[in-house]
């Protein structure tokens, strides 16, 4: 059944005030548009001119509420957190997306929003250094308490979730992005013809004035290129000025430029935003380089991008995000460290006579920052809240039978365990699944509880779900009801348990396992119809892990997790050897907490000394410098990035679940055999020996078409474990 899809959009940002944040509002509003949402947007400030407000109100599925502040211009974020309530009380919004830190911790601060809030958050953009302790509890509130975080880029969202750890996992990438409209003419820029007396060369700026965007530098570049034998003018597009805490006279500086009255030089004001899109596409260079300082931005500028996509290439600062985009031979890079009016004059002179065709190329480089390519992006990621895109219309994905599913009267469902960290997943589906009500029975510890709390949600549940098979396993299956459903979920460790046997488990209807492995033991060990028992696995997020893969993947082995021993990192270095013998460019790089950091294992002889000699023999062998120990982090989806072979060396696991979303990022797995890995990973991916592993590595790795194979092959395989095929699977549990 077709659904509509309602978001809410706020910008902590005033629209009478024309600069990169302002024109993201109507860009984002106008993309969800697209994507087929009905968009509600939320002004911060009283409407004083309507440059950008003014056709953010003519789009096609945009409503704009207006503010109403109290004896001031604009809301503040507390205020903005009001009226969004109050239009969510009214509308019931599937997304609320807000733009701001402080914004974010007042949405946040209400949980009925919370759950809907995407936060987008761009203060921290210039890299770790950023990261005070104030602004890092500040960030970590929002992430703690929101539904999904938003990043610029693929370097912006690794810092987010590395040193937000609650980021981890569910930050998406909100790229820029240009208006479909926004396109070169016929003809494109000709510079070669340009930097004459009867055709100068039309160079433009648009923006704020602020020192670190160098505003106060540009209009010296007109006299400098005119000594080099380069006619130039140059427009200057604004008319707000920054002050500088740093240098108080700084913008008094600027204003003095500004009416100085300088020649070929044109100071045009504050225009709309199409006007301004005009003047860039009858210009010929976009002046954005920007101090040395901003080198660390993990931001892309939309000015950049937009002159881009009118074929009017920018003078930017060449650094590795640039490069990225633009390719390290982009003629009009320039060196902020050495950013003297003369000294770009220079660059520009140069880059002139060996651009090119640049024109087109920069328009085709910017096609995926189109609005309607961020419309596609926004669909996909409505599917990570159970929301699907498909013959032209939304419906929610995952549902209860319509005999279930009553508003009026809930299904009762019951979560109970002592420790919930892997059914993260399944929490978040039940809060949101139309007609279930979640409640959450916590054992204080595995044989420990509140009989008379437990008592109170047996009697309210329709449904009870027991996480881990134990004592609660035990206790729930002795004194649920008989119209009441019983699931209980088991992971490895219950079988080792001598309390397993106590479950009454003719009166469970559905026991879940992780795995084929867990599966045939559970079958092993109770008295237990194979009707009875289904395997759900463990859950893993396609559309988090296929991130942008980082060059020379390849030749980069990821071990994820060495403690205990029976993890066998003895395999992987051994493995690391065999491959620097034929070919020194393999690194190994091993993530997780180091085995002192485990007391009761650290504890036992047998594994200290074992490990102390593992150490020592790595620190005196050749393959010292190229193994990296990296700290235990939520971060899997940056991490994976840079990993080309994902290492199951194990002597036993239930599911291991890294080398699973190694797959899903496209790291070619590696699995030595063991009970059960081949049904979890697949025959193909499975070796005898180090020996068999390393042979199959280097032929790979000689085979460009093979490589390519196989890593599609392991995303493949591991499709059936995406978070909206187990949602499914929960969903006929919960059920019957």
Known sequence: MSRTVKVLVYGDVNLNVIDGSAIWLPSISEAWAKAGAEVHVQLKGVERRDLLSGPLRKLAGVRVFDAHPKNRETLTVEEAADAIKQLDASHDYDVILVRGIQAAIAIGNRPALAAKLWAYVTEYAYGPDHFDEARRERIGKIANSARFMLAQTEEARAVLENLIPDAAGKTLLLRPMVPDEVRPGEEPHNLAARGTAENPLRLIYTGKFAKAWRTDLMPALVGELEQLGVHAELTMVGDKVHNEPTDVDWADNMRDIMAAGLPRVTWAGAKDRATSLQMVADSDLLLSWRSPELDLSLEISTKVLESSALGVPAVINRTPMHEAIFGPDYPFFVDARTDTPAEIARKIRDALRASGDVSRRVEAIIQPYRISSRADELRGYLRRIGIEWADGEFRDSAVLPASLASPTKPLKVLLAGHDLKFAGELVDLLRRLPGVELRIDQWEALHSHNEVASQKALEWADVIICEWAGSNAVWYSRHKKPCQRLIVRLHMFEFRGRWLGNIATENVDLFVTVSELTHDLLLERLDVDASKVAIIPNTLSLADLQREPLAGREYRLGLVGFVPLLKRPDRALELLGRLREVDDRFTLHIRGRMPWEFPHL??????????????????????????????????????????????????????????????????????????GAEATFGEQFLVRDTAEAAERILATVRDAERLTRLQADAMSAVSRFDEQVVESAWVRAITG
Request: proline share 8%; charged share 20%; hydrophobic share 45%.
């Open 602 to 675: 650290w504890q036992k002889p047998e594994q200290r000394e074992s490990y102390l000699d593992m150490f020592a023999k790595l620190g005196a062998s050749d393959l010292f410098e190229a193994v990296a120990i990296e700290p235990f982090g939520a971060d899997m989806g940056s991490w994976f990035r840079k990993i080309g072979w994902t290492l199951s060396p194990s002597t036993t696991e239930s599911f291991h679940l890294a080398p699973a979303e190694g797959m899903a990022s496209g790291a070619v797995p590696v699995v030595w055999e063991r009970p």
